[in-house]
């Protein structure tokens, strides 16, 4: 069964206190105000993750991750976080293929495959991320610069291992712009994702497959969004910082 996720990615903002008192904020607004079967998801700078680790365990519907990892298993990589100390930690998620990892660290789709890879051994669930630029929405090529992420990022991996990523369409234009996609255009995007997932795994596993939107979504468009027949969710950004925000968004499902 496809699951409704809501995940929120921090990025490099928060110091430590200010991050476990957002946690712990919406740790609480989760148990009183979510009432569907959605998860939630937190995606946090690493500093946080042990401690917000500890306040969500038993909270059935709060996931931690983090939001990069190295691909090798260990050595000599300073500065580098590998995919088995985020989980043992107790996360159990990785944003992988963020635009801002694209473009800032250069970070191709061969190198995402491995990070995909290092992921997966570790049960960590991959959160992978696509989506085309200004310029290649407006020269009409994003359909194919969408299916060449999906194909040199994931398409490698077994059906029984694909079934475990949870796949962002998040176009580039639209990440902490104000722009948002229209739900008519985010939703052509994410039924061509499906196709392309169908023609390479089945219509099953298609079907089953999260695949949720990111970019510039807040409490005012998530609804309209969410109502499209392929958007499972959301991955949040800026509106991930503000509890009563991510709240209001998360619980875009409790209907
Ligand atoms: C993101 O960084 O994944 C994102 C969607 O950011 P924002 O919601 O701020 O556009």
Same mark, same amino acid.
């Given at each position: 069964?496809?699951?409704?996720?809501?995940?929120?990615?921090?990025?490099?903002?928060?110091?430590?206190?200010?991050?476990?008192?957002?946690?712990?904020?919406?740790?609480?607004?989760?148990?009183?105000?979510?009432?569907?079967?959605? @998860?939630?998801?937190?995606?946090?700078?690493?500093?946080?993750? +042990?401690?917000?680790?500890?306040? *969500?365990? !038993?909270? $059935?519907? #709060?996931?931690?991750?983090?939001?990069?990892?190295? @691909?090798?298993?260990?050595?000599?990589?300073?500065?580098?976080? +590998?995919?088995?100390?985020?989980? *043992?930690? !107790?996360? $159990?998620? #990785?944003?992988?293929?963020?635009?801002?990892?694209?473009?800032?660290?250069?970070?191709?789709?061969?190198?995402?495959?491995?990070?995909?890879?290092a992921a997966l051994k570790h049960q960590l669930t991959p959160i992978f991320c696509i989506g085309e630029t200004k310029e290649e929405r407006e020269s009409g090529r994003f359909f194919d610069v969408i299916k060449t992420?999906?194909?040199?990022?994931?398409?490698?991996?077994?059906?029984?291992?694909?079934?475990?990523v949870v796949l962002a369409y998040e176009p580039v234009w639209a990440i902490g712009t104000g722009l948002t996609a229209s739900p008519e255009q985010a939703q052509e995007v994410h039924a061509f994702i499906r196709k392309t997932v169908a023609e390479q795994y089945g219509e099953a596993i298609a079907e089953d497959t999260s695949i949720l939107y990111g970019g510039s979504c807040n409490p005012s468009n998530a609804q309209n969004l969410f109502s499209q027949k392929d958007i499972d969710g959301g991955l949040i950004g800026g509106a991930s910082l503000k509890s009563r925000d991510f709240l209001d968004i998360a619980k875009v499902f409790n209907a």
């Open positions: 069964m496809r699951k409704n996720i809501v995940a929120g990615n921090w990025k490099m903002n928060l110091d430590y206190e200010q991050g476990v008192s957002l946690f712990s904020e919406i740790v609480n607004m989760v148990k009183d105000e979510v009432v569907g079967s959605q @998860e939630v998801v937190v995606c946090s700078p690493a500093i946080h993750l +042990s401690s917000i680790a500890k306040l *969500s365990s !038993g909270v $059935n519907n #709060v996931h931690i991750g983090a939001q990069n990892i190295h @691909e090798a298993e260990s050595g000599a990589y300073t500065g580098e976080i +590998s995919a088995s100390q985020v989980k *043992s930690v !107790g996360a $159990n998620h #990785v944003i992988l293929g963020h635009s801002e990892r694209r473009a800032f660290f250069k970070e191709t789709d061969a190198l995402l495959a491995e990070k995909v890879n992420q999906l194909e040199a990022g994931l398409f490698h991996l077994s059906a029984t291992d694909f079934e475990r």
